[in-house]
C-alpha cells in the first residue's frame, strides 16, 4: 500500500515533516530560520499564534513565554497570542542564538490538532521560514528539559503581505466538509380546469409543506 509514501512525499512538497498528536500540558515552538538569512537579520517578529484541538476549538493559554529572548516593551511573548494582528511579538536575540523559542503553557492537558500563524505588520526580514513544534507529556518531562518533536516545518514561503496568515498547519487530518444538503423540486405539470375556454395563465400554491419519515415537519430555510 502506497498511502504512507504518497502522503510524506506531499509533505515535503509542502515544507512539511511527519505529524503525530498527543496530549500534553506545554507545546512550544523553535523558530529555525527567516525569509531574510542575510546578514541584516536583526530578530524575529509575528503578530499571532493560534492553537486549535481536534475540533477546531481554541486552545486555552495559561502563560507563554520567551526563553532567552529579547524583547522591546509591549512586544513580548504575550503579544504572540493576544488574539490581535495589530500587535507583534519581536525577538532580538535570534542573530545570537540562531532560534527564536516560544513555549507555552495550556489551561489543561489537551491535544494540538491545528495552529496557524501571521506576520507581523513590518519587516518581512524577520518573517520564519522553518520551525519545530515539540511538546512535553509530563511534568517531569518538562522540568528535565525532554520535549517530543510533534511537527516540523521547513522552507515553507512566509505570506508578502502584513499581518497575513500562513494558514492553517494541521497535525490531525482536518475534517471532512459537510455533504451537500439535499434539493427537491417540485413540478406542477397539470392544474385544475386546464381545459377553461379562456386558457391556463398561471399556477399558484398557498404554502408547501415537507415532512420527514417521522411524519414531523421538515424546515426549509429560505434564501
Known sequence: MRVPVILASMLAALGLTSTQAVEALQYRWRFTALMDAGGSVDGLAISELELFDQAGGRLMIEQVVNPGGASPPREGAEYAVDQNTLT?????????????IIEVVLFRPAILGSYSLATASDAPKRDPRSWIVEACL???????GSWLQVHEVRDVQAPWHRQGSYGTFWLIAPPPPSPPLPVFTLTITTVRNSNHAHGVDAAALGEVRFFGASGDTVPVPVP
Open 88 to 100: 507583534k511579538f519581536l525577538d532580538f536575540n535570534f542573530h545570537l542564538t540562531g532560534e527564536t
Open 138 to 144: 509530563t511534568e517531569a518531562a518538562c522540568a528535565s
